[in-house]
């Protein structure tokens, strides 16, 4: 419930940093070569302000963990152009509430999404750190989805027959 985990976190002394709806859009080549190596190339929208990323595969980890490069972008449809004259093409959009708050030196953040409901995720400087802040929340013995949103929204849609590529709240 998140509403219960607001409440915990206001009692932690967490301060809620911002409240948003953000834009997520997945690139990937015909062959679909970043999502058979694990990996991702995202253009995200936050408040008319995109930022690309490039995430690499896990690494080794009790929590998932991956190198991520990402960069502010000033004209999202030039990137968007550019990425296509590179033989990349979108192949998932979707929406994402979330909800950020700081505890400690982690961040966490109650996000709702389309078609799926509702996720906590708890990002942190260590696993130390993030185990930390889980038992605070007393979220320490729950289960972990170490499967990425995406992932996520392309199975249900698999799942229910769903050809959709654009996920929004309606």
Same mark, same amino acid.
């Given at each position: 419930s998140?509403?219960?985990?607001?409440?915990?976190?206001?009692?932690?002394?967490?301060?809620? !940093?911002?409240?948003?709806?953000e834009l997520?859009?997945?690139?990937?080549?015909?062959?679909?070569?970043?999502? %058979?190596? $694990?990996? /991702?190339?995202?253009l995200?929208?936050v408040? %008319?302000?995109?930022?690309l990323?490039?995430?690499?595969?896990?690494?080794?980890?009790?929590? %998932?963990?991956?190198?991520? =490069?990402?960069?502010? =972008?000033?004209?999202? /449809?030039?990137?968007?152009?550019?990425?296509?004259?590179?033989?990349?093409?979108?192949s998932?959009?979707?929406?994402?509430?979330?909800?950020?708050?700081?505890? $400690?030196?982690c961040?966490?953040?109650? $996000?709702?999404?389309? @078609?799926?409901?509702t996720?906590?995720?708890?990002?942190?400087?260590?696993? /130390?750190? =993030?185990?930390q802040?889980?038992? %605070?929340?007393?979220? $320490? !013995?729950?289960?972990?989805i170490?499967?990425?949103?995406?992932?996520?929204?392309?199975?249900? @849609?698999?799942?229910?027959?769903?050809?959709?590529r654009? =996920?929004r709240?309606?």
């Amino acid at each position: 419930s998140h509403q219960a985990l607001r409440e915990r976190l206001t009692q932690l002394g967490a301060k809620c !940093q911002a409240q948003q709806l953000e834009l997520n859009i997945y690139f990937d080549t015909a062959e679909a070569e970043l999502l %058979k190596s $694990d990996r /991702a190339l995202r253009l995200r929208c936050v408040d %008319k302000e995109y930022v690309l990323a490039y995430k690499g595969p896990p690494e080794q980890s009790k929590y %998932k963990q991956r190198q991520e =490069i990402q960069t502010a =972008i000033a004209d999202a /449809a030039a990137v968007q152009n550019l990425l296509g004259e590179l033989g990349f093409t979108q192949s998932l959009l979707f929406e994402k509430r979330r909800q950020r708050w700081r505890l $400690d030196d982690c961040w966490v953040e109650l $996000d709702q999404l389309p @078609l799926l409901g509702t996720f906590v995720e708890v990002e942190g400087p260590g696993e /130390a750190a =993030i185990e930390q802040v889980l038992a %605070k929340l007393e979220l $320490d !013995q729950a289960d972990l989805i170490a499967t990425p949103y995406p992932i996520l929204l392309r199975d249900h @849609l698999k799942r229910t027959g769903n050809s959709s590529r654009e =996920i929004r709240f309606s």
